[in-house]
């Protein structure tokens, strides 16, 4: 098809995809100069462990982590730290509050070890979790963000002494408040709000899951696998490294996004969220083809929206032909929930002036007719 856009329609950058995010690609100019000093180090050398503890310093400073918490990085992504919270903390129940394709997929890594229960407590797709009391769990979790739909639990729950609660804050941290004090184990990617590449995790766990990751270490029976066995996670994280070799190029684009946004601050990188946020929901309440997904205005995430699609109009044609233009990339809706829908990230390095002129181009092209629903 033929369609003359207007330059003024047109992102400076076309990624808005919720993971892996927009990378600024003026870090590799910097990761060239570094390169010789860095790139090809043993992980256990100066270099790398250097980076390594710039890496914990600042997450302690961005996201207020208590002194006495402790910050680990480790290679497998939030994907392992759902197997390593079951094998590793939970010592006999643990209750996960479910709310989208990834909370499940958390739940389910827990029920598939056969020395542990594990009950799920599902909000429908959409809508965020409401807590219950649960006298029988040792382990709770929560997802600060769920990523498939774009609901937001920034309210966390209260749980019973002597329980910890695990946190989900892939899709979320650094852009989404935490109370940190109330959290005991709180994980995420970078490659998210912090803008750098997939398969490293950081864990941020309080003396309480310190203390009883040695006690389910110790308890007769358990099965503890090398890969996931916090100890060594631990450990390796009080010297500033991972326990298995890390990718430094992840490493070092982590660094640097936490230097800029350290620069702003937090608060400034939250309200700079909400603006964003703002600006994407308004549009989608504004139109006549689009309704944002998420009914609870409270629920909506700051992070990853997600907004419904009129069914006149093919979404699937839609993005198809951005991505085909190169004009913008990652805004299909999430696969699992199957809806007409549009997911747009909105993370830090995204810019409120791109997102602007994406909700311009979108109504431009809709306009158009070329991409009504047969």
Known sequence: MAITIPDALIPADPRFGCGPSLINLDDLTQLAARGPHLLGTSHRKLPVRQLCGEIQENLRTLLNVPEDYAIVLGNGGATLVFDMVGLGLVKSHITHYVCGEFSQKWHQASARIPWITAQAVVAENGQPNVPQADARADVVTWTLNE???????????????????????????????????????????????????????????S??????????????????PVFADWRLALSNGKQQQTYNTPATVTLFLFAEQLKRMNQVGF???????????????????????????????????????????????????????LNAQRLVYGIEGYRGLGRNQLRIAIFHNIALEDLQKLTQLIDFLVATGEFNAA
């Not at 990523?147 to 639990?153: A, E, F």
């Not at 609660?165 to 109370?179: E, F, K, P, R």
């Not at 309480?208 to 503890?224: D, F, L």
């Not at 964003?276 to 504004?286: M, P, T």
Request: one cysteine or more; proline letters at 3%; glycine letters at 6%.
């Open 207 to 224: 003396p309480a899951a310190q203390a009883r990751i040695a006690e389910v270490a110790t308890t007769a029976g358990r099965y503890i």
């Open 267 to 321: 608060a400034a990188v939250e309200r700079q969220a909400g603006e964003k946020a703002q600006l994407i929901y308004q549009w989608a309440q504004n139109s006549d083809y689009l309704t944002p997904y998420v009914e609870n205005e409270a629920a909506r995430s700051t992070t990853v929206c997600t907004v419904d699609v009129s069914d006149a109009i093919n979404v699937e044609k839609l993005t198809d032909y």
């Open 147 to 205: 990523t498939s739909t774009g609901v937001m639990n920034s309210q966390l729950p209260h749980v019973a002494e002597g329980c910890l609660l695990a946190v989900d804050a892939t899709s979320g941290a650094g852009q989404i408040a935490c109370d940190l004090s109330r959290v005991d184990l709180f994980f995420f990617s970078p490659q998210k709000v912090f803008a750098s590449e997939g398969g490293l995790f950081v864990a941020i766990l």
